[in-house]
């Protein structure tokens, strides 16, 4: 201990304060970039926002907010600087958002200690509450806004090792975030305050890190999966989405892939494809054209009469005039006559015999919206630059249609891998698939809705090719195995170009096929029914974050109306 104490005062008597502030900012950065995948030392998230609490300690002499800016900056933009390959608007703005948002959580922060007098040596418990509610409340907050980008959440450091996180099934990625919090706050308590409060804040921080990874480890060695088996595979027919997957001249071949690749599939009940996968557009609504690529699906599905498809499509319902159009619907042209809504969709083939060359297929249309790419957020304000903003990543770009619910796509599953008890009879076991499409994988509560509505699994169809062979896709992977683990369903992963993979209801990864490879992941899957605390109540976290922020807020407001006297400040 005294080593740890000699540290802090070499560094607090060598250092100049603008070096000293750079410094922090710049280890807090490291840190942080390094606690997330693909690098995975996640341990070190538990110290990553020690330099962070330094710089906004309220009463240190200056106001050092810049530099806390500043490292989330930094800590952003090394965490998802792949974004630039599919747009660099987007990484500018998505961490520029991201680095405002928790800056402001440190702020709100920094001012209740400030004008509540409340410090971590006269209020630790009260001052840890003001540490925690803001962030948590900011976090609940960014899945809900039209500028939505959380993807680096604290959570989700640990998302590679599922045997860290089995508490995630009571409270959701938002667990992981207070668990952070907390053990970086009383670390830093117990740094300020050697020796006098050194071995009470050192027993709070073991005792938060400790039992959150005890309770999880127990979880995780005896956790047993429920429901029933069935055989599954996801298709990764690997089109480059800039040369390939929007080529119209490659789409006759695109299907013949696709298509042989679920031949390899054949004593599979369920086959997923990634998305957009069907070539072309689907069309509905009034009078839609014919889709000789929509055709050649139904027809190459009966080939495969036993087995359940979900297929990923850009679709196209079609209206008959501007008043029966809704309000994401557009005109072919200025003036024009004919009115569309365009979707980015999964389309679910049932079993043959439940289906006619006429039957439509199972529809979902995506209901989170990539910004700048699928939706114009803000419309009254952003549409004087919506040309600026909007990125046309092939397929369909702008504003699209959304669906109002997370209903699950339903349809019973037989086939040889489900036998009932009298040697080769087949018995039914209903699907109730959760069809998540790419972006909306990362929204733990809005998949909690679907389960909520009967999900008994977890389907992810998905095109991360955009960003190339960088961190992105291998991050996308990682926060699905969060999602089976909040609502302990296993999870079915079709990717375009990779990773996809086979995931249990322990996060565990079974089986996967790596990046810019054709092929298929085959495997059996649980479909399970039991609810998880988590998936019938949400995100209760974040919704006690806010109430308790909101009513901090107002004590503080009332407290600034009287005097008080701060401690004295250090230098």
């Known amino acids: 201990m005294s080593l740890l104490r000699n540290i802090r005062e070499s560094i607090a008597s060598n250092a100049a304060p603008g070096m000293k502030s750079v410094l922090s900012a710049l280890v807090a950065a490291g840190l942080w970039w390094g606690s997330f995948p693909p690098f995975d030392f996640s341990f070190l998230i538990m110290v990553a926002l020690v330099p962070i609490l330094w710089l906004a300690d309220p009463f240190i002499q200056g106001n050092r907010m810049s530099f806390v800016f500043g490292a989330m900056l930094a800590a952003f933009g090394l965490g998802t600087w792949w974004v630039y390959h599919a747009a660099l608007i987007g990484v500018v703005a998505g961490v520029v958002a991201n680095a405002g948002y928790v800056t402001v959580a440190v702020l709100v922060y920094r001012l209740l200690c400030r004008h509540s007098g409340y410090s971590l040596e006269n209020k630790p418990w009260l001052t840890w509450i003001f540490w925690i509610s803001p962030w948590l409340a900011i976090e609940y907050t960014h899945h809900r806004i039209d500028l939505d980008f959380p993807w680096l959440l604290l959570g989700h450091a640990m998302a590679n090792h599922p045997s860290w996180i089995q508490f995630y099934e009571w409270t959701g990625v938002a667990g992981g975030s207070l668990w ?247 018995r039914r076991i209903p699907l109730k698939a959760a069809t998540l499409i790419c972006y909306e994988s990362i929204f733990g509560e809005f998949c909690g809705e679907f389960v909520r509505n009967g999900a008994n699994l977890l389907c992810v169809i998905t095109n991360d090719g955009w960003w190339g062979n960088t961190d992105g896709h291998r991050q996308h992977l990682a926060w699905a195995r969060l999602r089976a683990i909040e609502n302990r369903r296993d999870l079915l992963r079709s990717a375009n170009t990779g990773i996809s993979a086979t995931i249990n209801q322990r996060g565990d990864l079974i089986e996967s096929l790596g990046w810019d490879q054709r092929g298929l992941v085959k495997g059996q899957l649980r479909l399970n029914h039991a609810m998880t605390f988590y998936a019938s109540h949400g995100d209760f976290i974040g919704r006690i974050a806010c109430m308790t922020t909101a009513l901090i807020l107002l004590i503080a407001w009332v407290r600034k109306q009287i005097p008080v006297k701060l401690p004295p400040s250090k230098s």
């Open 180 to 426: 952070i919090l907390s053990v970086n706050f009383w670390i830093y308590r117990a740094w300020v305050h050697a020796p006098k409060f050194l071995s009470r804040s050192w027993a709070v921080a073991l005792l938060w890190l400790i039992l959150p990874w005890g309770y999880s480890q127990w979880r995780y060695a005896t956790y047993q999966p429920v429901g029933n088996l069935i055989e599954v595979a996801a298709i990764q027919p690997n089109m480059d989405p800039y040369t390939v997957k929007f080529d119209p001249s490659t789409y006759a071949d695109q299907m013949r892939i696709m298509v042989s690749l679920s031949d390899s599939a054949a004593e599979t009940a369920l086959v997923l494809w990634p998305e957009t996968a069907l070539p072309g557009f689907y069309q509905t609504g009034y009078g839609p054209p014919s889709n000789l690529y929509a055709d050649q699906l139904k027809a190459y599905h009966r080939l495969h009469p036993k087995q359940a498809w979900i297929v990923g499509a850009s679709t196209v319902e079609w209206h008959q005039d501007k008043e029966h159009a809704g309000p994401y619907s557009r005109s072919l042209s200025e003036g024009d006559l004919q009115w569309y809504t365009a979707y980015n969709s999964a389309l679910g083939l049932p079993p043959q015999g439940l289906e006619t060359d006429s039957t439509p297929p199972l529809i979902y249309h995506k209901s989170k919206l990539v910004i700048g790419v699928e939706k114009l957020p803000y419309p009254w304000f952003f549409e004087a630059v919506s040309k600026v903003i909007s990125v046309d990543l092939g397929g369909m770009s702008g504003q699209l249609g959304k669906q109002a619910e997370q209903i699950p796509m339903t349809m019973p599953l037989f086939g040889p891998s489900i036998r009932g008890g009298n040697g080769d009879s087949l």
